[in-house]
């Protein structure tokens, strides 16, 4: 199988691709990254010389550019997670987060339906996320009949695209999966999300910003997890579905951080209540949705996949490497 995954040199995308390029010797799997700012090749280092594995750098802006890959390559299957992917730059900059996240998507989804015409046995599998269904008050969780209610221009980027291949599907019948997952940490996230910030500041003995009062709820899950549930759900998932993937591992910001602390303070050999003396409360993010939660019982039920990674795991192995890695 010629398999196009984009956004290959993103955090997610990095442990995807190495993940299937080693997983999978049998497909010949082409990484199609524009390589931002969130980009890294040396997350690939380890499988950039494999003989199934190609990087190609393009950008889903272009669409000349993503329609000769997809026929050169021969693609058949397609795991779309290219993206910007920061909800603060969103609010700061919003036109670029249309331009990938809507346009990007929407250049990916018509050179593919050019290229496989009306062949069925492809399929474009789109990696979205749980801030597509909004806030949820202090109860409840998003499921998959959930309304759609975005709210930070990131959010609303990827929901319109989330609706742009369902409308491929339902107009054109392109086979399509869409998976939205809630908040991911592991090794080689970009430093300016919540996890690898706080290790930073801790690292430098600088202020750990958290907004507001600390009390936003996000569901965690480790990356590792995120990726046994995409190579699951793009093998075994069902055409037009679409799945939640979640850690059911909730967690305010100010747990967050003081996980992280409790946890720099044992590795540093610090007395317990050290670095939580650096957590400082600064003004709240405009449109900051309170909580989201996950109900992953559909992916749990069908297709038999669980999160793997404890919190304290998790975090201990985040940890480690950002204590390794500059
Ligand atoms: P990331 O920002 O680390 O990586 C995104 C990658 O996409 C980068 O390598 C970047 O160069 C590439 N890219 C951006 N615009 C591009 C364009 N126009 N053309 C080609 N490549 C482009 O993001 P991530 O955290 O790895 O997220 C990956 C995907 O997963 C995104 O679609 C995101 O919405 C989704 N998601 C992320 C999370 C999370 O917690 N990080 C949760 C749920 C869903």
Redesign the pocket.
Known sequence: MNLLI??G?????AHLVRHMVQKYPQYRIVN?????Y??DLNRLVEVADAPNYRFVE????DFEAVQKIVLEYKIEAVIH??????VDRSISGPLVFGQ?NIM?TLHLLEACRNTWQNDKKHLFYH???DEVYGALGAEGVFSVDSPYDPHSPYSAS?AAADHLVRAYGTTYGLPYIISN????YGPGQ?REKLIPLLIDHLKHNKPLPIYGDGSHVRDWLFVADHVTAMDVIFHKGESGQTYLIGGQCEKTNLEVAQSVCDAYDRKMGQPAGTARKLITFVEDRPGHDHRYAIDPSLLEDRLGWQAQTPWEAGLETTLNWYLKNN
């Open positions: 984009t956004g040199a993103g955090f997610i995308g199609l990254d524009a390589l931002t969130a980009a393009a950008d889903l802006t997670l290219a993206a910007e992917s920061h990938s990007g990696i979205s996320t990827k997952c809630s908040n991911n970009h």
